[in-house]
């Protein structure tokens, strides 16, 4: 296979960890009161990155904006996330996002060069070894 010393992107020598990029997690933001029913507001998260967001839940339609640099710095980026939420069991609501690009309800998303979930960007868990073995193997068979 060749294409190894592209460099651009590793690929081959193991898929990108979602640790190693910018995320925001929807039970980070629950757990700061970030997700406030009937509340538009603004703030900073800390991820590997400052990003700064806007919050609207005063309509049906609740979103997210969240702000982040990419290019050094060079590029501001801005995207809107839509949050929906489900109905648990014992009792209470819970809040998602709805993934940018593939629309799926999702619980974190990550910034790589946009903001969309795992699944969109690529990404494992350093910590799901059955994922990382199954791409392995199927990565060994193509080969
Ligand atoms: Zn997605």
Not at 60 to 86: P, V
Not at 108 to 132: K, M, P, V, W
Request: hydrophobic share 30%; aromatic share 10%.
């Amino acid at each position: 296979m060749g294409g190894i010393n592209s460099g651009r992107l590793k690929r081959g020598s193991g898929k990108r960890l979602t640790r190693d990029f910018t995320k925001v997690d929807i039970n980070e933001l629950a757990r700061q009161n970030i997700l406030i029913p009937n509340s538009r507001h603004d703030g900073y998260l800390k991820s590997k990155e400052w990003i700064y967001y806007i919050v609207d839940m005063t309509h049906s339609d609740s979103w997210i904006d969240f702000f982040y640099s990419r290019c050094n710095g060079e590029r501001q980026m801005r995207e809107r996330t839509e949050l929906t939420k489900t109905h648990p069991h014992l009792g209470g609501e819970r809040f998602w996002f709805v993934c940018p690009l593939c629309s799926r309800r999702i619980g974190t998303l990550f910034i790589i060069i946009n903001l969309s979930c795992r699944r969109c960007q690529d990404l494992a868990y350093a910590s799901t070894r059955g994922e990382a073995l199954r791409k392995t193997k199927a990565g060994n068979a193509s080969v």
